[in-house]
Structures are given as C-alpha cells and as structure tokens.
C-alpha cells in the first residue's frame, strides 16, 4: 500500500440506497456541526446510467423478451421520506414524481379483495396525507449519491478489491487506487465483499421462491392504493404508479416461478389475473418480466474493529413487507447518529464501542421485522393447519379493532419501534445534530 494514499474518516463501500444514504448523511450532518468529515464512497457503477442494484439477481426471461425491462421501484415508508429529508434527497427524488400511496388492500385468496376478513387501511384514518411512495430505484440512487456529491463526498467509481486493518486505519485497493480509512462502512449489498472480506460471515436460507417483477397495466384504477393477495404458492403485489400502470411483485414457490416465467405474455397475464383474483379487473403486460431468487440472510456480525455493514449486506428479508431499502435507510440514519454523536464528543469514528451500540440497537430491530414478515409468509402463504387458519381469520379482526388498525398503519408508515431522530423526523432532525 502507497505511504501517499489519503486517509478518509469513513470509507463507504456500495452506492446503493443504504451506503448513498449513509455518506450523504455524514457530510450534512458534519456540516451542521461546524466540522467537516473525509467521506470516500465506492460504487463501480457511478455516472454509468442504470444502477447495479441486485443486477446479479436478476434475470430477464425469454416469455417476454421483446418488451423494454421492467421499471424497479420500492415502497418508501414515512421514516424512509424523513431520512431521505433529512440526508437533502428528498427534493432531487420528489422531481422524478415518485407515487404517493394513500391506502392498502390484503386479503387472503380464500376470500374476496373487498370481502369481510380483506384488511384495508386508508392513509386518511390516521390524518395522514398517505402511507408512503412509490419510487423507482434509479431516481432513489440517483438522488442521494447527488445529495452527498454536492456536499462533499468524494466518489470513486470502482469496486471494493482488497482490504487490509493497519495501525489506526484499514487500506482499501479498489481499480487501482489505495486508500485509508478509519472505518469503513460495507453497504456492498447482499454478495458483500466486505463481509466476506472481513470475515464477518452470514447465516443464508433460500425461501424455495423466486420474485417476478413486471409493470403492467390494468384494466380497473389502482385507486392509489397498494394491492396484496396472498395464495398457497406465494403472494402477489401490485405497486401503483404515477402513470396509472402497476408494477407487480409476484414471489412465487420456485416451481411455479419456472412455470411462469416459460409462459408467452398472453398466457402469463390470463395466470396473473387468475392469481389476482381480477382485483383490479385483466391485466396486460408493459415490461419484461425480472427474476429474484429470494433468500433470506443475517450477517452473523455487523460489526469488527474499524467497520460495520449496513443495508442488504447485513440482512436481506422477504421483498412481500417491501421493507428492504427502509430497513437500509434506518440502518444509514441509525449508524450516523452514532457516529455524529462520537464526532462531537472527539472520539475516533472507528472505535468498536460505537459500532457496536450500533449493532445491538439494529440487529434487534431487523431480527423482529424479519421475523414477523417470514411468520407472515409462513402462515398466511404457506399455512395449512389451525393457526394458519386463525391467522386467516385474524385479518378479519385487525380490520374490524380501531386499535389494532392503528397500530397496522404506524407500522406501514414505519413509525414503530426504536428509531434515530431522523426517521423520526420534525424540527431538529435535519442535519442530524
Ligand atoms: C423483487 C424485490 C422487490 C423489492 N421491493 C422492495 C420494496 O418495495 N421496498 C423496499 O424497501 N425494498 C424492496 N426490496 C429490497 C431492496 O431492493 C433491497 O433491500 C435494497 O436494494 C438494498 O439496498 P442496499 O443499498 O443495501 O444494497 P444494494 O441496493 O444491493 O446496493 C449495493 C451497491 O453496492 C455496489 N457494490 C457491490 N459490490 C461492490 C464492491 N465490491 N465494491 C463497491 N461497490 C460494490 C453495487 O454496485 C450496488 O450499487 C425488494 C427486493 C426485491 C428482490
């Protein structure tokens, strides 16, 4: 490693939603202080056009090969909207006209979408304006790496290639560059080389399904509302766009995903709308489809001396909460409140005693969200015997409990749980101070 190299406070591996996020919240956050921090950010697909998001994820498959890709996006929670705010992305994404969302439908295939025992939430029950926004990822990755750009992240536009502790540092080598950070932040995503680099390990079980993402249009208004049915063989989602289209999320059990994905356009929409239930009346298909194998994974450790992971690198859930990129941006906001907060007080960014408050305040919060979506998919999905019944029926009874209902919209709206201020939001949020 060159004696020249430059040494940074933070190195963020990845420039996905979480390690975008993460730098460009550093660098407002400093900036509020009076102080100024050395942020380095890697991402080998900066200022190529379409982000590496999961490409190695997917697949586009030949049933509909002469239709453009399908548009991804995410389902952003209000605690999402409040760190994006608060990192200054908010403005840049409210330009590419993300869809707010103001209610959502789940019911179980057993009954109907607007049957007695369908969950329904309106946005407006709460004195909400509405439960969150639609948003393609291109916008979201675009206008956070913006966002920390204009204040001062450095960007270099290549992948992680080795990593090395040294005396108070680690030295990074990534397209033949070197440098020296005093932590460094692996936001690489699910395959995380930092991870494996630093030998942190990862628990991995594949789910036996595979997500199909598509855009489609629908014959029936998505009345701005987010559409989940969940069947024996899997859920299905319809995300509703500002354009009036949908883009579907359908995570089948990997057979039947074969089968799916084999199919000619005509013939998979007459099986989607079979799947829907006609919810939203037939439906014809805009897109390729896209294929997500999905698997779930925790990272055995967050943290080790001078660095932690964030994001999909640490833990990936099932895409059927949509709760992945919030679950990301909690973890930036989370862990850059630590380390403002270690800043301020003069302490070294890197020191295992603030990681690892990091740790034990998000590995608890993402191991009850994993574990209450995958008893969800469980039981609603897969579930047969008396408790997936009553599960079935409960929906029933949270539809009909004031109480229950709100307690539902709070956590849509990601409000539950241990937060940092940011995602909080409100006065003094901003600047993370
Ligand atoms: C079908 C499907 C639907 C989903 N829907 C939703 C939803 O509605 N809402 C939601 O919140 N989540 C959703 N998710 C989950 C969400 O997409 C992920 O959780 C999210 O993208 C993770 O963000 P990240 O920044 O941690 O990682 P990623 O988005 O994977 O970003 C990692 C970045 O690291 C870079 N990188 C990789 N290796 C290196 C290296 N060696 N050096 C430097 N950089 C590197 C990559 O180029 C990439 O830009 C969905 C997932 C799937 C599969």
């Known amino acids: 490693m060159s004696e020249v190299a430059p040494t940074f406070d933070v190195a963020v591996v990845g420039g996905g939603p979480a390690g975008a996020c993460l730098a460009a919240l550093l660098v407002r956050g400093a900036a509020a202080q009076g102080r100024s921090l050395g942020v380095v950010l890697l991402e080998p697909g900066v200022g190529g056009g379409a982000p590496a998001t999961e490409a190695p994820q997917s697949r586009e498959m030949p049933a509909s090969r002469d239709l453009p890709a399908p548009q991804r996006v995410v389902a952003l929670s209000r605690a999402s909207e409040n760190i994006l705010r ?50 393609t990822n291109a916008a979201l990755q675009e206008a956070l790496l913006e966002a920390g750009r204009v204040r001062g992240v450095v960007r270099v536009s290549a992948a992680l290639t080795a990593l090395q502790a040294a005396e108070g540092v680690v030295c990074l080598s990534a397209g033949g560059e070197s440098l020296n950070a005093r932590l460094v932040v692996g936001a690489d995503g699910a395959r995380s080389a930092v991870r494996e680099m630093a030998g942190l390990g990862a628990r991995l079980a594949p789910y036996g399904q595979t997500a199909i993402v598509a855009t489609v249009a629908t014959q029936r208004s998505h009345e701005a509302t987010a559409w989940q049915r969940f069947m024996a063989d899997g859920t299905l989602a319809f995300l509703p766009l500002v354009d009036g289209t949908s883009s579907i999320v359908w995570s089948a059990d990997d057979e039947l995903a074969r089968e799916l994905l084999a199919l000619d356009p005509q013939q998979f929409t007459r099986r989607l709308d079979r799947a829907s239930g006609l919810a939203l009346g037939e439906t014809r298909l805009l897109s390729a489809l896209a294929a997500f194998p999905l698997r779930r994974l925790d990272a055995r450790r967050y943290v080790s001396a001078r660095l932690a992971l964030v994001g999909d690198a640490a833990h990936v859930v099932h895409p059927l909460a949509g709760q992945g990129v919030n679950l990301g941006l909690t ?28 740790e034990r305040w998000r590995r608890s919060e993402v191991a009850l969200m994993s574990a209450s979506i995958d008893a969800f998919d469980r039981l609603l999905s897969h579930g047969t015997g008396p408790l997936a019944l009553l599960a079935r029926r409960s929906m029933g009874v949270v539809g ?7 307690l539902f919209i709070e956590r849509a709206l990601g409000l539950t749980g241990e937060l940092p201020r940011t995602a909080r939001g409100g006065a003094g949020a901003v600047g993370v101070s």
């Open 86 to 135: 608060a990192a200054g992305a908010w403005p840049a994404l409210e330009q590419s006209r993300p869809m707010p969302y103001e209610r959502m439908r789940v019911w179980h295939e057993s009954g109907g979408a607007h049957g007695a025992d369908a969950l329904a939430f309106d946005a407006a029950e709460a004195g909400q304006p509405n439960l969150g926004y639609i948003a």
């Open 400 to 406: 009909r409990s004031q109480e229950l209902r709100r």
């Open 331 to 358: 973890d930036a906001a989370t862990l850059a409140e630590l380390l403002l907060a270690a800043v301020r007080r003069r302490e070294d960014p890197g020191a295992l005693g603030v990681l690892r408050a990091y």
